[in-house]
């Protein structure tokens, strides 16, 4: 890859981030002005559990599957182990802790007011593990075209199904939110499937061999990738088991339009994925440059939303929105070292770790 050829992958990834940006801030403002403080924070801690659990079940599992899939091994293959160490697993997983939760915990507030709801986990966790799976085979073999459509459709389709089922529903918001987020992510799936299944022979298949190098690749990245969803959503749980889904709605607020500026380091590290999992040479030129863009970019990206975070928030979001300020200027130096963090850290582990794996 040539650096002319990067940099247009990199202003295709940028451009694709920055709709998906105005995607979702139109579908926040939506959703918080028609749900209200509460019931968004009820939705942040439903659509934030399917990724724990995930990462909790199969955390290196698209590492390993990235690394496979540049390598240029059979795709079917590919998928079959999402499936099973993925899907299935996470799905047990699912099923076991809302069981255990609903039996031993009834009287904590979070599972009072989750209620049946979180039954929605069973779908939504095994279409995250399965989406994430597909958009992580599209981008790690070349596809960095069908991985930036695959991102805008997760983006526009929840935007578009809530506006037509709410127009429909209007006394059951959160219904239609829920409805049209689990549409969203299974919409993002058959398309990428399909896409996937176009462009090269997918065949679903077993091999006992493949099953151990993906096992052993991804035991690797588990520990931490499971960590980083810890430190990431965790706060999330606690917020809402200890102050209620009121305050979880405002937090939420300030997390989503603190991670927004976490796009910035995917973007630049998207059209690098294939030619770093196959140690091409020429890459000691490319890696300076993707660090120094992501530094500048995320910090001038930072300093931007803690200038005019609280006049964004009160305009777009409504007055009753205002207490998430403080939260979102104590998240921004955090947001700029994870971006730093986690450009380095990929860079490093798709270079380094790769080279020292013996197959």
Known sequence: MSRSHYLKHLALSMGTKLAMIGLRLLRNVLLARILGPSERGLFA?????PDLISAATSGGLNSAVGYQAAKQRPMGLLLSQVLVFGCLLAALLTLLVVALTREFGSELDITTQLGLLAWLLL??????????????????SGGVVAFNALRLVESLAPLLLFLALFWMWKTAALEAALISWLAGLSLVVLAGWVWLKRDQPLKLQWDRAGQNELLRYSARSHPDLLFQQVILRSDYLFIGALLGSTALGHYAMASAAAELLLIVPEAVTTPLMKRLLQQDEGMDKVTPLALRLTATVMLGACLTMAVIGQWLIVTLFGIAYQPAYPALLALLPGCWGCAMRASCAWIYSARIVPARCRY
């Open 45 to 49: 801690l439903l659509s934030t559990l």
């Open 123 to 140: 779908l939504a966790v095994p279409l995250t593990v399965l989406k994430s799976g597909l958009l992580t085979l599209h981008n790690a």
